[in-house]
């Protein structure tokens, strides 16, 4: 099927071939059990046991659940709750996200890290310049600009959710994470994101490059060093962008690759994780695509078909897990 012999297919031909093989990706989840705002959730033998609403779900009745949002439904035990397929991000305690500074408050700095509403990050939950550990003071507060100011990007973790208003504190005490220089961000849904037990990630030759995997959704390429398994230095992030913060063409090029990896993932609905971005990036080199044409329907067309060809073989009707 991936021959890059021949010659290229016209924009109608691609896009009806792009159509076809989303087809055949959507017809996998068909048996899955999806349901829309409104929808009574069949609750099967449990109905008569009693069950739990959770997040997303309602009371329509004696034993009648009705779902609030479009999505899948999610049984632990007899909670059930409906996780939606689209919409901001969840924050839970743990997750590693990448978040935008909006404002820099009293104490604290507000970021966006695509929820529905912004994040706190504290004084006291950053690590002090030279890793000094002791109380914060007024100068502290006073200097907070020199640490993060708005429009920063910076890496960060969970640290604690009011179960109240549903506020998310975050905290960068780990040498990992803090400030993003250097590379580029790349936006897609929450639920895209696959959930690993390390979502810091550096690839390996021939791209060469660090991706973070931000569970809200925003997904950070850059230097290599960055997420490499030695942690990062407080300065790093400026090392890896050079003294007058620029990158050189060959890990730009490398990181753009990368980074319209993600984006065709992200525009057919396919699951964000490293071995499908290394994938992509692959079967870019193989059909010697262009970076810029990557986000193209001829290729979509081909990573769709990859896709639907490797659940074939592999004899399972359902989507990889999220």
Known sequence: MLQPEGPAPSLDEAAAKLAEAQAILQSSTASLPLVCLGDAIDL???AEGGVMKGHGTMMAGEAQLQATVCGLVERVNKLVSVRALKGRYTAQVGDVVVGR????AQKRWKMDVNGKQDAALLLASVNLP???QRRRTNVDELNMR???QENDLISAEVQQINQGDGAV???TRSAKYGKLQGGQLVTVAPYLIKRLKQHFVALAAPLDVGIILGCNGYVWIGSKDLVDAG???EDEGMEAAGPSGQVDL???ERMCRVANAVRALAALG???HPPAIVEVCNLSGLLRVEIKDMLGPEFLAQVAYREADRRQAEGDAQPMDH
């Open 130 to 132: 030279g890793g000094v």
């Open 44 to 46: 099967g033998a449990d």
């Open 169 to 171: 504190a975050l905290h």
């Open 231 to 233: 942690g990062r230095d």
């Open 146 to 148: 020199e640490l993060y």
């Open 250 to 252: 060959q890990l730009r």
């Open 101 to 104: 500074v909006t404002e820099v």
């Open 270 to 272: 396919l699951p964000v």
